[in-house]
Nanobody
Framework: QVQLVESGGGSVQAGGSLRLSCAAS?????????RGWFRQPPGKEREGVAA???????DYADSVKGRFAISKDTAKNTLYLQMNNLKEEDTAVYYC??????????????????WGQGTQVTVS
């Protein structure tokens, strides 16, 4: 059974930084898993933030390019999202997601089968 567990959310002032982590377990072939970060701001729909494929290639939403960085530690089966220069509009519940590669639309939530429980990020 695949399990994704996020951590690292919290409250931060605008301009600050946070790093989210997502530990994965249960994938038989973890080396061919594509992973992504999504967020759902208050009162809005969930949106893709960043994604990384099995080869390490990444995609970002325009709103976070240059501020956020996605990375992974394959040995630890852990995904990260380093968030710098945070803005109030980054306030949301952040989710990690995973599915076997390849994905046609890595920033589209319908591409992912497995989701974490979410972690709150509040920027004020």
């Amino acid at each position: 059974q695949v399990q994704l567990v996020e951590s690292g959310g919290g409250s931060v002032q605008a301009g600050g930084s946070l790093r989210l982590s997502c530990a994965a377990s249960g994938y038989r072939l973890s080396s061919v898993v594509c992973r992504g970060w999504f967020r759902q701001p208050p009162g809005k729909e969930r949106e893709g933030v960043a994604a990384i494929d099995s080869d390490g290639a990444s995609d970002y939403a325009d709103s976070v390019k240059g501020r956020f960085a996605i990375s992974k530690d394959t040995a630890k089966n852990t995904l990260y999202l380093q968030m710098n220069n945070l803005k109030e509009e980054d306030t949301a519940v952040y989710y990690c997601a995973a599915n076997y590669c390849p994905l046609v639309g890595p920033l589209m939530d319908y591409e992912y089968h497995n989701w974490g429980q979410g972690t709150q990020v509040t920027v004020s």
